[in-house]
């Protein structure tokens, strides 16, 4: 035993993993995980008082004693001793319980030979009594090493009444309850085979030494699997790497050779243009220069007609009759064929048509006997413009395992009943479970064909009608109204959804937890500033790990519980550093469970790891006006800026990228868009709160759909503000002035 390591640990080793507080009473079960008696006691009550009895940390499943009280359960001798070794280890910090008075002193000794602690005054009892002058004593303070590994490897005494002082030194090979002390040796188990219990343990210990050897090896050989998966993977890396280099390399030299197609056309159309336009001017110029001598010639007319004398008249008319009639001639204007030609640019359709056929390129793996497959329609019937359509591949073979390899050449195209070809798709999902998901989501509605090849080869069943129609989204149902009882919301704000759909939404000073049919769970919290308690909590999220964390608005911070509520820490406070926060409002979680909350007062989006420490932030009054939550999706973090009436677009670096919407009420536009979502086909919901509706959109910024209006009726709202997705693909939206939560299809 590492005794140092366990002291060191002692209070990890000795806490009930359901409160979190020190084990009282510790009860083992047979998957070895130890917890409270009491802790145990609620939680199978909570389960439904079953006979059998679920695991609250590995959720294995045991039989409930067989006389039905879990106080039979084994009591954990190992872990009461880790709980009087921690007791006097904190003893500078908290005080000792008595065991004998049950008075609470931090002037405490521990006696080795009754395993309890005796405060001063009842030392002096203990001290007089004639039979324990030979006890051990020591007082908490001076406790060294060894003598914790004494504490920990203390004896076990016999729990029948009157064999308290009875150490448990035997073990009856006969009865059940096999280890006894000398006295029910002698009164009970007359006859019996009864050994040392250190024997019959070294003999186990020796026989469990041996089962243990089989695991060994097993486990041996996996780790040897998994280096050699890592090697696999780092291999497959590096291949894609290159393989990713090589289609970067071939589109680049593409797009050059495009980008010098271009110029050069752009350069001939500018040369020939330019001879146009140079003889075009040439001739405007000669043009302008006969008209400026007939301009004088006229004046000089005019002026002799106005002016002179009749003798001058009659003395120059023939001069100003010949010039009159030299620039009176006129030349015919002849448009020049070369000056005016039409330049039409003339398409090479084929490369476009080799392109949308086929891509700029394949990838193929191994080929699939595509007779193999099956096709089967799966929501395609009834697909939703706007919404990813899915279709299912399944084997014939017997062993009813996909024949098909998740590299293969995919490819859907779908026709409408005229044969035009409407979408041809290599972009699909493997699902890994017989599904393949089209990535493509269609714009149009009606009657089409689809067929599925994989390989360039037609499978089975394809292809088939679907039929898809426009966008549509139905109200299920609603639940809550405006009060302060459980159950009753007031402006409910935030709402997120947990692995067991279950639905938790802040309201005013408190958390709710609702099930999926909106019935009320539980609830933690309360209007304060201590620990546990809220001055408005807006955001919050269900961690991987089952915590969930809120925004706590009015006190500038996040706080985190466990799943039953209880409060386990906080980070944040007001202020400007990178580590505070100032009225902060969303918050969710990347795919590394690191806490992206929306400090709407300092203009930021701010990253920290699941344990409150800063790690980066984007955004800032350069980039965002008034942001109110971000969500990751893929590469990207997709932010609500409440005051700009958009939504932006950062890579996860922090590097902005775009943006879509402007003020308004159409179609893509906002008012005051509050939290965002995105569902598993990739698709962001956006509550248009002031515009009382949620829109949908594809991660470019198309709009999708919309559902929702004003009003307070079923599929109604006023100022929605969050949004949510349970399981089953059902949309949770916080209707904030209706006080409700209302689900929809």
Known sequence: MDVPKLVFNLREEASCPVCQDILRDPRYLPCLHSFCLNCLINWHRASGGEVNLRCPKCQGRSRVPASGDLKDLPTSFFLSGFIDALAIKESDKTQVTCGNCDKKSSKTSYCFECCKFYCDECLIGHNIIRSYKDHRVLAVKDFQEKDYEVVVKRPVFCSRKGHEKEELKFCCKICPENSVCQTCVILDHAGHKVTLIQDEAEAQKMELTGLTQTPKKTLKAKMKMVTQIDEDYAQLVQRSEDMLRDVDVFVDNLMRRLQEER????????????????????????????????????????????????????????????????????????????????????????????????????????????????????????????????????????????????????????????????????????????????????????????SVKINGQHICGSPFSVFIKSFNVKPVLSFGKEGSKNGMFSYPFGVAVNSRDEIAVTSRHKVQIFDCKGNFLRYFGRQGSDKGQFEYPRGIAFGKDRNIYVVDSGNHRIQIFNEEGRYLSMFGGEGSLDSQLKNPRGLSLDSNGNIIVADNGNKFNKIFSPDGKFLTKIGGPNSLSSPLHCVQSGDYLIVSDYGDHSVKVFTRDGDYKYQFGTRGKGNGEFDHPRCLSVTKSGHVLVCDCDNHRVQVFELNGKFVGKFGKYGSNLGEFEYPSSVALLSNGQIVVSDCWNHRIQIFD
Not at 392 to 406: G, I, Q, S, V
């Open 263 to 450: 110029q050069n056309i752009k350069s001939a159309v500018e040369n020939e243009i330019k001879k146009s336009l140079e003889s075009l001017t040439s001739k405007k110029s000669a043009i302008q220069q006969e008209m400026k001598e007939i301009e004088s010639a006229l004046e000089k007319a005019e002026k002799l007609l106005k002016q002179s004398t009749d003798i001058e008249v009659v003395q120059l008319k023939k001069p100003l009759q010949t010039i009159l009639e030299r620039v009176g001639q006129v030349k015919p204007v002849e448009r020049d064929p070369e000056s005016l030609f039409e330049l039409v640019f003339v398409e090479n359709n084929k490369i476009l048509e080799t392109i949308n056929s086929g891509g700029i390129g394949l990838l193929f793996r191994s080929a699939t006997d595509a007779s193999e497959s099956v096709v089967e329609g799966k929501e395609l019937c009834e697909g939703t413009v706007g919404r990813e359509a899915q279709f299912n591949l399944t084997t014939r073979n017997a062993a009813a395992e996909p024949c098909y390899n998740k590299n293969d050449n995919v490819m859907v195209i779908l026709r409408d009943e005229r044969g035009q070809e409407c979408i041809t798709t290599f972009l699909v999902n493997d699902n890994k479970d017989g599904t393949y998901k089209i990535s493509y989501c269609p714009t149009f509605e009606g009657k089409f064909n689809l």
